[in-house]
T-cell receptor, first 112, second 114 residues
């Protein structure tokens, strides 16, 4: 069974601080995605990483895929209150049906 | 519409009642997924359709859960004889069939079983 462990589960920081969220597995994933979800809404895709060692930047967000494609990280620089939400990593399972295996999520609160 | 829509957005059911949750995917999207999300947790896969064919139903928790997509577009998730542990948000997602399987999610239906 493929599992994704996400940490930390909760993070409460002040505006302007930096943070990193980790997503780890013992399994290899063909690709890994990061989503952000706000209360009452569905997850919204932020980025997809495909190649081991890949780094992608989206404004103040930096995403990295591990060399062995088993882990990933999300780094936010100078967090803002608008970054508040639930961050989810998701891997495409080995069955190749396209189903996503999600981590438990990281609830981020950025206080002004 | 431009995105995935789901109805109803909220559903309260008494234990033992049957419920039906609807998903309208993005037009032209071949793949459709259902996920169940407990409060503050990540979504868990329930079932997957490619057009009208249900190719994977390994995540359905019991035979009380049934999903269909008869014409390859709209999908319905039905839960029979609801129980309190069925309370959750049910998310629908659709995608084009592509290598990266990028999925677009609807807002979900929050089901509360009393």
């Amino acid at each position: 069974t493929q599992l994704l462990e996400q940490s930390p589960q909760f993070l409460s920081i002040q505006e302007g601080e930096n943070l990193t969220v980790y997503c780890n597995s013992s399994s290899v994933f063909s690709s890994l995605q990061w989503y952000r979800q706000e209360p009452g809404e569905g997850p919204v895709l932020l980025v997809t990483v495909v190649t081991g060692g890949e780094v992608k930047k989206l404004k103040r967000l930096t995403f990295q895929f591990g060399d062995a494609r088993k882990d990933s990280s999300l780094h936010i620089t100078a967090a803002q209150p608008g970054d508040t939400g639930l961050y989810l990593c998701a891997g495409v399972g080995s069955s190749n049906t396209g189903k996503l295996i999600f981590g438990q999520g990281t609830t981020l609160q950025v206080k002004p | 519409g431009a995105g995935v829509s789901q109805s109803p957005r909220y559903k309260v059911a008494k234990r033992g009642q049957d419920v039906a949750l609807r998903c309208d995917p993005i037009s032209g999207h071949v793949s459709l997924f259902w996920y169940q999300q407990a409060l503050g947790q990540g979504p868990e896969f329930l079932t997957y359709f490619q057009n009208e064919a249900q190719l994977d139903k390994s995540g359905l928790p019991s035979d009380r859960f049934f999903a269909e997509r008869p014409e390859g577009s709209v999908s319905t998730l039905k839960i029979q004889r609801t129980q309190q542990e069925d309370s959750a948000v049910y998310l629908c997602a659709s995608s084009l069939v592509n290598v990266y399987n990028e999925q677009f999610f609807g807002p979900g239906t929050r089901l509360t079983v009393l």
